[in-house]
């Protein structure tokens, strides 16, 4: 079964980075860019979460990260 099966069921997605829920940056084990548009590929027009602790500025981070998810 793929997610897209599953669409009706899923509320929103939530994202963090792997390791240490720092910035979703190239430095996370998870590939982001790539989730994000598998998720639109489903057809989710939803709420995407964010959870992650900034290492840098905090609004920079903030905004760096809405406009990952923002696909």
């Known amino acids: 079964m793929c997610s897209s099966d599953l669409q009706e069921w ?7 980075g792997v390791p240490g829920r720092n910035e979703l940056d190239e430095n996370q084990e998870v ?10 590929e489903t057809g989710y027009r939803g709420f995407v979460g964010q ?4 290492l840098r500025d ?13 696909v």
Request: proline share 6%; charged share 15%.
């Open 10 to 16: 899923i509320g929103h997605y939530h994202t963090a």
């Open 31 to 40: 590939n982001y860019p790539a989730v994000m548009r598998a998720i639109v």
């Open 58 to 70: 905090k609004v920079a981070s903030l905004s760096a990260a809405v406009r990952l998810c923002d």
């Open 51 to 54: 959870e992650f602790i900034p």
